[in-house]
C-alpha cells in the first residue's frame, strides 16, 4: 500500500488555489487527503466526516472528488474558510465588481454599535470604517436572519460566496493587527493604553479590503480547470465530542484532533471573532472549551483503565515532576486533554458503519523531559472505543514551537518530534 505524503505543512512550502487563502499552521495538505482517499479507496455515494475540519483542507478535497462528506469545527471563523474554499471557481470574474457594490453599501455607513469589540485594537473611527464592510457583507449576500454571526445557525447557514468576503475581510483584519502578534503564532497582544491601538484611515482600509479580494480572486482563477459549486458537503459549528444526532452511517474519517501541545487556537482568531461581533465572554467560553487549549475547567477530569497503561504512565509521570504546577494545573491540562480523546472517539464511533476507515494525525510532544507519546496513547484510547488498528506511518518533525518558551531549555533534549498517520477500522 502507497505510503501517503507527510501531512505537515512546512513554512514557505508552495500552495495553490484556494489552499493560499489562510494559512492555518495546524493544518495538513491537499495532497496528504488526496493520497490518504485513495489508500483507503473512498468512492461514491461513501460519507467521508472530519470532526476537526479547521480550515477545510478534508472537505475541499472531498468537494474536488465530487464525495459526500461533513466538516465540523468549534471555531465559527474556520467554519468559514473552509465554506470559502467550497466557492465554485466559474465566479472568480465576479468577484472584484461585487466588492466595488460592497464598499459602495459600506459608504453609507457611519455609525458603530456600541463596545464594538474591534475596538480592542483600533480606534473608533477606524472600526466603523471596518465594520461598515462587514455589515455591507451580511447586507448583500446573507439572509436578514442570518445576519448576527455570533449564532452558530447563522454561520451554518453562510453560502460560500459570502465567506468568501468575510475570509478576505479576516485577511484585511490580520493585516491591520499584525503589529500585535508575537513569536507564538497562536498569541496576540492587546495594547497597553488607548494610544496603543493602531489607526488606519477609511482609505487605508479600503485599499486592503480591496488588495485581499483581488490577491483571493487570482488564486481561485488559477485552478486549472472549473470547479462546480459542491452541493455534496456540509460544513457546519460543532463539537467533536458531542456531535449532531443526524450524521450517520459514515464510511470514513480523515482527520487530524488538536495535539496535546497546550496551543490557544482561539486567541490566535481573536480579531475574526471581534469581526463576526463576539464579545470578550463570549471568546473566553470558546477558549474554555477548546480541546487541548490552555485553560482547565471547573471540575478535574477522572481518568480509568480504559485510556490504556501508556496514557496512566505517562500521567503519573507528570503528577510527580518536580517541576512547579506539575500535579495541579498541568496535570489537570492532560487530564482534561485525555478526557476529551476518548469522548470524541466514542462519538467518532458511534456514527461510523462497521468497518469504516479512520485515518487520524497525531503528533507527540514532551512536557518538561517526560515524553507524551501521543501516536501510542491514541491507539490505545481507539482500540477501547471500538476501532482496530490497521497501521500507521510516521514522519519527523523538523520544527515545533517548543523552542518558543525559553524556560523550557533545560529540559530539551537530543529529540526530534514525529508525526504520525494512523490507519483504523471500525469494528
Known amino acids: 500500500m502507497k505510503r501517503p505524503t507527510t501531512p505537515k505543512l512546512r513554512p514557505g512550502r508552495s500552495t495553490s488555489g484556494n489552499e493560499r487563502w489562510y494559512p492555518y499552521y495546524a493544518g495538513y495538505s491537499q495532497q496528504f487527503v488526496e493520497d490518504c482517499l485513495d489508500m483507503i479507496g473512498v468512492a461514491k455515494p461513501s460519507l467521508v466526516l472530519d470532526p476537526w475540519n479547521g480550515s477545510g483542507t478534508t472537505t475541499a478535497a472531498l468537494a474536488r472528488r465530487a464525495l459526500h462528506g461533513i466538516g465540523l ?7 468559514i474558510v473552509a465554506k470559502a474554499r467550497l466557492l465554485s471557481s466559474s465566479v472568480s470574474s465576479s468577484l472584484l465588481p461585487l466588492a466595488e457594490d460592497i464598499l459602495g453599501l459600506a459608504e453609507k455607513t457611519r455609525s458603530l454599535p456600541c463596545n464594538d469589540p474591534l475596538t480592542d485594537w483600533m480606534v473608533p473611527d477606524s472600526a466603523v470604517s471596518l465594520r461598515s464592510i462587514e455589515r455591507a457583507v451580511a447586507t448583500i449576500l446573507l439572509p436578514k436572519e442570518s445576519r448576527a454571526l455570533s449564532q452558530a445557525s447563522a454561520i451554518n447557514s453562510i453560502s460560500s460566496l459570502g465567506a468568501f468576503y ?22 496576540l497582544r492587546m495594547p497597553h493604553t488607548p494610544s496603543g491601538r493602531v489607526r488606519p484611515t477609511r482609505a487605508t482600509i479600503w485599499s486592503v479590503f480591496r488588495q485581499h ?9 488559477s485552478i486549472p480547470r472549473p470547479t462546480p459549486e459542491p452541493v455534496n458537503v456540509r460544513l457546519i459549528v460543532g463539537d467533536a465530542r458531542s456531535l449532531p444526532e443526524d450524521i450517520l452511517d459514515v464510511s470514513a474519517v480523515i482527520a487530524s484532533p488538536p495535539y496535546c501541545t497546550r496551543l490557544d487556537y482561539a486567541v490566535a482568531t481573536r480579531p475574526e471573532l471581534a469581526l463576526l461581533s463576539w464579545s470578550c465572554d463570549m471568546v473566553q467560553q470558546l477558549r474554555a472549551s477548546l480541546m487541548g487549549g490552555v485553560l482547565t475547567r471547573e471540575h478535574r477530569e477522572a481518568p480509568c483503565t480504559s485510556w490504556g497503561p501508556v496514557c496512566l504512565t505517562t500521567l503519573d509521570a507528570i503528577s510527580s515532576h518536580p517541576s512547579k504546577a506539575s500535579s495541579a494545573y498541568y496535570l489537570d491540562q492532560y487530564l482534561q486533554y485525555f478526557g476529551d480523546l476518548v469522548r470524541s472517539l466514542m462519538q467518532i464511533r458511534s456514527v461510523c458503519r462497521r468497518s469504516a476507515d479512520c485515518i487520524l494525525v497525531v503528533q507527540d510532544s514532551l512536557y518538561k523531559d517526560v515524553h507524551v507519546n501521543l501516536p501510542r496513547i491514541t491507539k490505545e484510547i481507539a482500540t477501547y472505543t471500538g476501532f482496530e488498528h490497521v497501521r500507521s506511518h510516521e514522519y519527523a518533525v523538523p520544527t515545533s514551537f517548543r523552542h518558543l518558551n525559553s524556560r523550557s531549555r533545560k529540559y530539551r533534549l537530543n529529540w526530534t518530534p514525529r508525526e504520525a498517520v494512523l490507519w483504523f477500522k471500525a469494528a
Open 166 to 187: 468575510y475570509v478576505a475581510l479576516f485577511r484585511a483584519v490580520r493585516a491591520i493587527t499584525e503589529s500585535f502578534r508575537t513569536s507564538n503564532p497562536t498569541w
Open 73 to 79: 469545527d468549534i471555531n465559527p471563523v474556520m467554519v
Open 213 to 221: 479580494v483581488a490577491q483571493m480572486q487570482e488564486a481561485l482563477a
